[in-house]
């Protein structure tokens, strides 16, 4: 049974197509800097189509896991920078305080909210 693997922009695997058509040796998959996974994506009479609906959902959920991740590190920054702890991270206080605030509201009842906030710089 041919098979690609499919590859985050890191080149790092995050799945794998099933019944490849012959021939196809790469596809890419992004919408919005994000990969699709395998469960978007379908073979149908030898192409390969993408369930735009599930693309979305899988999206918002990697958006709501990146939201997660950011806001675990910036509660970090926020707590070093409010103990006076000069060294580390470009910004100040209320910058680090925006950025999290602006993390919260980038996925709003599931919709993700235009380009994902830039840390302090």
Do not use: C
């Not at 899988?58 to 920054?77: I, K, Q």
Request: proline share 6%; no cysteine; net charge negative.
């Amino acid at each position: 049974m041919p098979y690609a693997y499919i590859q985050d922009s890191d080149f790092r695997t995050v799945g794998m197509l099933q019944n490849v058509p012959a021939g196809v040796e790469s596809v890419e998959f992004q919408r919005g800097g994000l990969p699709a996974t395998p469960e978007a994506l379908t073979i149908v009479g030898g192409a390969i189509e993408v369930d735009p609906v599930k693309v979305e959902s899988l999206n918002t959920l990697a958006e709501e896991a990146w939201v997660a991740e950011e806001l675990a590190g910036a509660d970090v920054v926020v707590n070093m920078k409010a103990d006076g702890h000069s060294r580390g991270s470009a910004g100040n206080l209320a910058q680090w305080r925006q950025y999290r605030n602006d993390l919260r509201n980038h996925v709003i009842g599931g919709v993700v909210q235009g380009e994902r906030p830039s840390k302090p710089s």
